[in-house]
T-cell receptor, first 117, second 112 residues
């Protein structure tokens, strides 16, 4: 398994500002993922972040709004830019780890609970 | 596009009772993950199923993937208040891990 930490755990921000969320893993991983969970909803993938290349964004998410950094194999940041109340969500990072028999197990961080006022 | 349907959406059971949550896909799955989420928190990995007919257990929780790899069930035996939370199933897009799509979740409440 992997131990994943996120900072901050929660924040309340004013609209128009930006927040950078950090994700730290206790082992080196190739793929890191950023998900969003809006209130009462399930998880939606924002982007995949691989070290040494630009993040790959899912439909509906753009780099200008959610810039991502991946400076090394244990760390990534997600910035939520020019925030509006609609950005109020839990943001989660996750990593893939090779499991038994060629499988992959995906582990999640504790999440960052963002409220935009 | 691939979608996962979970049922029921919510469930209230008396402590000590057994329960089952289902996760169904219209397409054959490469694998199926089960997670538990406490309100407003991150996801706790429960187990991952990959082979048709595979069954795994973690404490009092058992999950099975059907032979066709299109449906999974999560069964909790003798439920306890500590089992309360939201259970999510997730499936990888690709055969080699990667991004997951998720069901809408099942909210479980256990009454003492």
């Amino acid at each position: 398994s992997a131990v994943i930490s996120q900072k901050p755990s929660r924040d309340i921000c004013q609209r128009g500002t930006s927040l950078t969320i950090q994700c730290q893993v206790d082992s080196q991983v190739t793929m890191m993922f950023w998900y969003r969970q809006q209130p009462g909803q399930s998880l939606t993938l924002i982007a995949t972040a691989n070290q040494g290349s630009e993040a790959t964004y899912e439909s509906g998410f753009v780099i200008d709004k959610f810039p991502i950094s991946r400076p090394n194999l244990t760390f990534s940041t997600l910035t939520v830019s020019n925030m509006s109340p609609e950005d109020s969500s839990i943001y989660l990072c996750s990593v893939d780890l090779a499991g038994v028999g060629g499988s992959y197990e995906q582990y999640f961080g504790p999440g960052t609970r963002l409220t935009v006022t | 596009s691939q979608e996962l349907e979970q049922s029921p959406q919510s469930l209230i059971v008396q402590e000590g009772k057994n329960l089952t949550i289902n996760c169904t896909s219209s397409k054959t799955l490469y694998g199926l993950y089960w997670y538990k989420q406490k309100y407003g928190e991150g996801l706790i990995f429960l187990m991952m199923l990959q082979k048709g007919g595979e069954e795994k257990s973690h404490e009092k929780i058992t999950a099975k993937l059907d032979e066709k790899k299109q449906q999974s069930s999560l069964h909790i035996t003798a439920s306890q208040p500590s089992h309360a939370g939201i259970y999510l199933c997730g499936a990888p897009f690709y055969n080699q891990g990667g991004k997951l799509i998720f069901g809408q979740g099942t909210e479980l409440s256990v009454k003492p």
